[in-house]
């Protein structure tokens, strides 16, 4: 596009909407100008990616974050704007309040990050649809899984894993057969051996793609602290406390929501659940951090 060039009322040249809103404004050549909003309590980082050279630049326009300078917190507010450039480690950062960050890069990067998104956007949507009880399932497990971890005061780049692996978590369910997910009678035992693929299948499709982490935390939550999950039959000290906190996340979710062969389980009644569990399934102070979590949004 030559001359100027005027946009009004929310007009982008693409947008994509994930964990956060992404805008592509303007691009020219080498650089790209974007409008990135996230909601409240979002944790996210900047990581080094694979252009060394690259610059990025976010100016806060609206809303709060709190970023992570070594071992120092910083707030920045309205106004406030930082950049950087070759870096050698992630960066994490989070949202305080909703927030709209001016995001310039000098290079182009919105193709790479829509790319992700899209795909694994799609793909979640996919396996989402197959199964008619699961609808927005990746998006409640990913709001619990978040709240548990901010409970249990994890690292903003902990947390920033977990909210993308508690998202994509089933995302391999695309692979497994409509008629064995939606199974009202019960499962013979190759049936179930089929549907222990998706965490597997969820870890490959996620491979390679932001950072290392979500593969293998994904591919972790359905093992059991006692060594009874799959797929690989982990222990309590060789699980992630990542897929710990999406074991929880999940299952509750799962007891809460209406299934093919029963109806959905009170909040109440599903904790209770959780809680017989401690130890042999699920963490302690996951649990009791999800409990808290519950009380603070009176759920319970
Ligand atoms: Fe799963
Ligand atoms: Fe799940």
């Known amino acids: 596009m030559e001359g100027l060039i005027i ?17 592509l ?18 944790p996210n980082s900047i990581t080094p990616g694979n252009t060394p050279d690259l610059m990025e630049f976010y100016y806060i326009i609206e809303g709060s974050i709190l970023i992570e300078d070594g071992d120092k917190s910083i707030k920045l507010y309205k106004g406030d704007y930082f950049y950087v450039q070759g870096i050698q480690d992630t960066v994490p950062f989070r ?11 000098s290079k182009p990067v919105y193709n790479l990050l829509y790319t992700y998104t899209d795909e ?10 197959k199964d008619i009880y699961t609808h927005k399932h990746g998006n409640r497990v990913q709001d619990y899984s978040v709240k548990i971890a901010s409970k249990l005061g994890l690292s903003t ?4 894993a977990l909210a993308l692996a508690s998202l994509f978590h089933d995302i391999g369910k695309c692979f497994i057969p409509d008629e064995i997910l939606n199974k009202t009678s019960s499962l013979s035992e190759n049936e179930f051996n089929y549907i222990k693929n998706h965490s597997t299948y969820s870890s490959e499709l996620l491979s390679g793609k932001f950072i290392d982490d979500i593969s293998s935390i994904v591919k972790q939550h359905h093992e059991r602290l006692d060594g009874s999950g799959y797929p690989n039959g982990l222990n309590k000290d060789e699980i992630r406390i990542e897929a710990k ?11 809460t929501s209406d299934r093919a062969y029963r109806k959905a389980m ?15 399934y699920y963490d302690e102070s996951v649990v009791m951090a999800f409990e808290q979590v519950l009380m603070d949004e009176r759920i319970l």
């Open 245 to 255: 906190i999406i074991a929880v996340a999940d299952s509750y979710d799962a007891m």
């Open 95 to 105: 949202t305080i309040t909703n927030t709209k960050m001016l995001y310039v890069t």
């Open 266 to 280: 009170d909040p109440k009644t599903a904790l209770e659940d959780l809680k017989n569990c401690i130890g042999k």
């Open 25 to 42: 404004l303007a691009r020219k050549d080498d650089f790209e100008i974007m409008l990135y909003e996230f909601s409240a309590e979002r």
């Open 120 to 129: 694994l956007s799609s793909l979640l949507k996919k396996s989402e649809d």
């Open 157 to 160: 780049e902990i947390n920033y």
């Open 7 to 23: 946009c009004k009322d929310e007009k982008y040249i693409d947008q994509v909407r994930g964990t956060s809103i992404l805008s």
